[in-house]
């Protein structure tokens, strides 16, 4: 089994900043991509932001230029960085990581964005 914390979430004023981890433990023998997905009330499930092993990064169309995405492959920690937040950003942030082809996920945490 793979267990996958986040922390980081919290309440902020649009504009401003906010940085997600998410580190994983286990039975991991090799974590090939891992991700960030958000969840709006009432709204599906997106990706935000996903990083390949070796450092190949994917972004949503609405985050792109605001948010990076890091990871220590040493740590088997995936980071979301945050910037200039828009009150659209609000939603629970899920990270995800594909484990030898299975996909293992976090509890969540709440990013919230005020105007």
């Known amino acids: 089994q793979v267990q996958l914390v986040e922390s980081g979430g919290g309440l902020v004023q649009a504009g401003g900043s906010l940085t997600l981890s998410c580190a994983a433990s286990g039975s991991i023998f090799r974590i090939n991509t891992m991700g960030w997905y958000r969840q709006a009330p009432g709204k599906q499930r997106e990706l935000v932001a996903s990083i390949t092993r070796g450092g190949r990064e994917n972004y949503a169309d609405s985050v792109k230029g605001r948010f990076t995405i890091s990871r220590d492959n040493a740590k088997n920690t995936v980071y979301l960085q945050m910037n200039s937040l828009k009150p659209e950003d609000t939603a629970v942030y899920y990270c995800?990581?594909?484990?030898?082809?299975?996909?293992?996920w976090g509890q969540g945490t709440q990013v919230t964005v005020s105007s």
């Open positions: 995800n990581a594909d484990v030898l082809g299975v996909n293992y």
